[in-house]
C-alpha cells in the first residue's frame, strides 16, 4: 500500500533552473493538491486538481506550473526557480466529494540557490 | 474568507497530562474538518475526520470534538507520552470548493 510518493526528497537547484517535483498516488483518489510549507506562513495551497486534465489555482499560483494527464500522476514544475521558492512541497490526495480526508506525501525539500 | 487558528502556539506539558488543543475557524460552512500531526521533517498524518454533521469521533487516546455553529474544534489527547511530541494541525474543507485551509499548527512537548 503505498498511498502518496513524492520524488525527489530532496533537490538543491540554482535560480533560474526549471525543477520538476513529482507526486504519485496508488488510490485513484479524484482530487490532488499541492502545497508549500513555510516558517511563518504555515501550509498554502499552490495548485490543486479535480480530475485528469483538470486543474486550477490555489492561494500562491505564480510561478508554478501543474499538469495531470494521468489520474495517478500531479507534477509540479517551477519554470524558472527562485530563491523564494526555497520550501518544503507537500501533494496531497482526497477522494472525490465533500466528505473524504486527505492525505499527505512525505514532502520534498527543494533549495534554490 | 475562511481563517484558521490555533491556540496555543506552543504547549509543553509533563508525561501523564491530559491536554487540550484548540482549533477555530471563522466561517461555519465547512463540509468537515480535519486533525493531523506532523513530525519534524516529516509528512502530514491524518489522526481524525469529523463531518460538519458530527460532534465527537475517537481514536484511541485522540478525541475530537466540533462545534460548527460556534467556528471550533477541540483535540483532546488522553494520558499523554513523550512519543505524541509533534506539531498539531487542523484544517477545514469549506462547501464553496474543495480547498482545505490549515491552521497554523500547536507545537507540543510532552517531557518525560
Known amino acids: 500500500d503505498a498511498g502518496i510518493t513524492q520524488s525527489p526528497r530532496y533537490k538543491i537547484t540554482e535560480t533560474g533552473r526549471q525543477v520538476t517535483l513529482m507526486c504519485h498516488q496508488t488510490?485513484?483518489?479524484?482530487?490532488m493538491f499541492w502545497y508549500r510549507q513555510d516558517l511563518g506562513h504555515g501550509l498554502r495551497l499552490i495548485y490543486y486538481s479535480a480530475a485528469a486534465d483538470i486543474t486550477d489555482k490555489g492561494e500562491v499560483p505564480d510561478g508554478y506550473v501543474v499538469s495531470r494527464s494521468k489520474t495517478e500522476n500531479f507534477p509540479l514544475t517551477l519554470e524558472s526557480a527562485t530563491r523564494s521558492q526555497t520550501s518544503v512541497y507537500f501533494c496531497?490526495?482526497?477522494?472525490?466529494?465533500?466528505?473524504?480526508?486527505?492525505?499527505f506525501g512525505p514532502g520534498t525539500r527543494l533549495t534554490v540557490l | 474568507k475562511q481563517e484558521v487558528t490555533q491556540i496555543p502556539a506552543a504547549l509543553s506539558v509533563p508525561e501523564g497530562e491530559n491536554l487540550v488543543l484548540n482549533c477555530s475557524f471563522t466561517d461555519s460552512a465547512i463540509y468537515n474538518l480535519q486533525w493531523f500531526r506532523q513530525d519534524p521533517g516529516k509528512g502530514l498524518t491524518s489522526l481524525l475526520l469529523?463531518?460538519?454533521?458530527?460532534r465527537e469521533q475517537t481514536s484511541g487516546r485522540l478525541n475530537a470534538s466540533l462545534d460548527k455553529s460556534s467556528g471550533r474544534s477541540t483535540l483532546y489527547i488522553a494520558a499523554s507520552q513523550p512519543g505524541d511530541s509533534a506539531t498539531y494541525l487542523c484544517?477545514?474543507?469549506?462547501?464553496?470548493?474543495?480547498?482545505?485551509?490549515f491552521g497554523p499548527g500547536t507545537r507540543l512537548s510532552v517531557l518525560p
Open positions: 484544517a477545514v474543507r469549506g462547501d464553496y470548493g474543495q480547498n482545505f485551509v
Open positions: 488510490w485513484s483518489h479524484s482530487y
Open positions: 496531497a490526495s482526497t477522494t472525490s466529494g465533500p466528505v473524504g480526508a486527505q492525505y
Open positions: 469529523i463531518q460538519s454533521s458530527q
